[in-house]
């Protein structure tokens, strides 16, 4: 007899989890707080790894379907100076093995794969506590529970099914991003698009930088990276978007105008997005019943890892319960044995990116910033 499988989150490492689970014939329900599919955008743009995210999909039996969406071409990525000059311009020969995907579309095919009712929407996590001999009690907002021998937080950062093994809680990485779009690129804003290219551009500098994809339907997604404390942006009204703008923008006077347009010509209202991290090495003793997997796991500083870690973590996961019917420690155990080094290594890495970002002030710096970062991107194009 195979055990019901609760998991809590929707995001795409719950969703692996649940569909690797139905391809082996096992039972389980995802809980989500969202009330629908479309009660938010979902992100942009997402590598996939041939050496992980796409491990999870071919053990999820969707890897025909993912290549149907790639957006072919977006592997490119550009470095330049802030005066627009080319550092490094590694094209997209249609040989790399990270392929780009919309996230939205990647979320909606794993939602696809699942038998219909799987998916609990509106189901916001109030409590967690322990029953006993591995059962917990879930409670939700809207007043419905749940008891479940077999427990999974896919629930990210800021996890309600954490604290069940571990005390951990996330730390401001000392960088945050802004976050904004513009639509119709091509007709409207012909420089910015040259600058960016097929696929994704980074303009670093001293504890900044502008970083930018090519997405689909003819849009340019911007993200403008800073090492500040919270407090900074705090002093922000970000209820003001066009003062929140020409905030930003006077941190980048004197820049390419290609490049500023990606900040001044936004679409959309600036977004601010924190980043947080837990421990490198977290990680806990087994206890009956329950474990962990992606950002409850193992958040990490931003290194274009997460989404593919979560969806590895998922099949794995999946893959160790089937493996084992009827011995959820068993499963849980060869599950966690091999996440916790793997996300040590992979969060190891994300932290050595922010601490390239905050390298010290001096005008030397930014070719600095930029030759490491180009290390680091012919070292991912290769492995």
């Known amino acids: 007899m195979t055990t019901h499988v609760t998991i809590i989150g929707a ?37 996939i790894h041939d050496y992980n995210g796409q491990l999870a999909l071919e053990a999820a039996g969707l890897l025909d379907e993912f290549r149907a969406l790639i957006l072919e071409g977006r ?12 550092l490094l311009d590694l094209a997209d020969d249609g040989t790399g093995g990270r392929p780009e995907v919309q996230r939205g579309e990647l979320r909606q095919l794993l939602l696809d794969s699942l038998p219909d009712g799987t998916v609990h929407w509106g189901h916001k996590v109030d409590g967690v506590r322990a029953l006993g001999d591995g059962r917990h009690e879930v409670s939700f ?15 990210g950062a800021w996890s309600k099914v954490r604290p069940l093994l571990s005390d951990a809680t996330p730390e401001y990485t000392g960088t945050s991003a802004i976050e904004l779009y513009l639509f119709d690129a091509d007709t409207r804003r012909p420089a910015a698009v040259k600058a960016v290219g097929g696929g ?28 500040r404390p919270l407090d900074w942006f705090g002093d922000i009204d970000f209820t003001d978007s066009a003062a929140v703008i020409a905030r ?3 941190e980048f006077d004197g820049w390419a105008p290609e490049l500023t347009a990606l900040v001044t010509e ?22 009956p019943g329950v474990t962990l997997l992606g950002d409850a796991a193992h958040l990490t500083a931003p290194n274009g ?21 009827g011995d959820v420690e068993a499963a849980l155990a060869e599950y966690e044995q091999a996440m916790f080094p793997r996300s040590a290594e992979i969060g190891a890495q994300g932290d ?15 070719r600095v910033i930029a030759d490491a970062l180009a290390e680091l991107a012919v070292a991912k194009r290769s492995s």
């Open 11 to 47: 995001g795409l490492g719950g969703l692996a989890l649940a569909r690797v689970l139905h391809v082996h014939g096992i039972p389980a329900t995802v809980h989500e707080a969202e009330s629908s599919p479309m009660a938010r955008a979902q992100g942009g743009m997402l590598d």
């Open 75 to 86: 592997q490119q990525t550009r470095i330049v100076d802030r005066d627009g000059t080319v």
């Open 141 to 155: 907002t809207n007043g419905t529970t749940v008891v479940t021998s077999l427990l999974v937080g896919a629930d």
């Open 200 to 227: 994704s551009l980074m303009a670093p500098a001293q504890g900044r930088m502008i970083l930018a994809h090519r997405e689909g339907g003819d849009v340019l997604h911007t993200y403008v990276m800073f090492t």
């Open 248 to 250: 930003i923008a006077r």
């Open 266 to 287: 936004s679409d959309t209202a600036p977004a601010l997005r924190s980043h947080y991290t837990l421990p490198v090495e977290h990680r806990w003793e087994r206890v």
């Open 305 to 325: 890892e997460g989404a593919n870690l979560a969806l590895l973590d998922g099949a794995e996961l999946g893959q160790a319960i089937a493996a084992h019917p």
């Open 352 to 366: 050595d990116f922010l601490d390239r970002l905050a390298t010290d002030d001096g005008e030397e710096k930014s």
